[in-house]
């Protein structure tokens, strides 16, 4: 099986969409509720908040097996005018998972950064979202903890993790 990971174009950010509409409802179900699920999806995921990403500065990756979208990362170096980058998004299919596809993206995302002379990469993730396990695997630690407020009576209990080098 043939992998490729590449930049997105600004007319193919459809497929995150998609890709997030499969993906989200499984990975999340066990951690926040179907209305947060739906809520985050649609302020998110929309073509409009994704071209607003990119026109803040966000580069969108994704992962083809055998030329069939499976995942995709979200990130932006120098992100608030720092010398790190932030990971928006990272997420692979179920049926992909464990299969290095999420590691191969978290890698590309860190050697973009490098390139882009940042000192180190942070994100936030749900603190019992499984994916801390994966980001600490990947030589991450809790850097501190956060609660967004994102609207609709919602919140992210968020960790913020980084890994520098």
Do not use: A, D, V
């Given at each position: 099986m043939a992998l490729k990971?590449?930049?997105l174009e600004p007319s193919e950010l459809s497929l995150v969409t998609l890709l997030s509409a499969q993906?989200?409802?499984i990975a999340y179900?066990?951690?926040?509720?179907q209305e947060q699920i739906k809520y985050m999806l649609n302020n998110m995921y929309s073509q409009h908040a994704l071209e607003?990403?990119?026109r803040d500065g966000q580069t969108f990756l994704i992962a083809e097996q055998d030329g069939k979208p499976v995942g995709y990362a979200g990130y932006q170096v120098h992100f608030s005018h720092l010398e790190c980058s932030k990971l928006h998004k990272l997420y692979v299919l179920p049926v992909s998972q464990h299969s290095g596809?999420?590691?191969a993206l978290f890698n590309a995302v860190v050697n973009a950064?490098?390139?882009e002379h940042c000192n180190?990469?942070?994100l936030q993730v749900n603190k019992i979202n499984p994916a801390v396990?994966?980001?600490r695997k990947k030589g991450m630690y809790i850097h501190e903890e956060a609660v967004f407020d994102i609207g609709n009576g919602f919140v992210m209990d968020d960790y913020i993790m980084r890994l520098d080098w």
């Open positions: 990971i590449r930049s993906i989200w409802p179900k066990e951690i926040i509720t607003q990403n990119l596809l999420g590691s950064s490098k390139n180190h990469l942070i396990e994966f980001y």
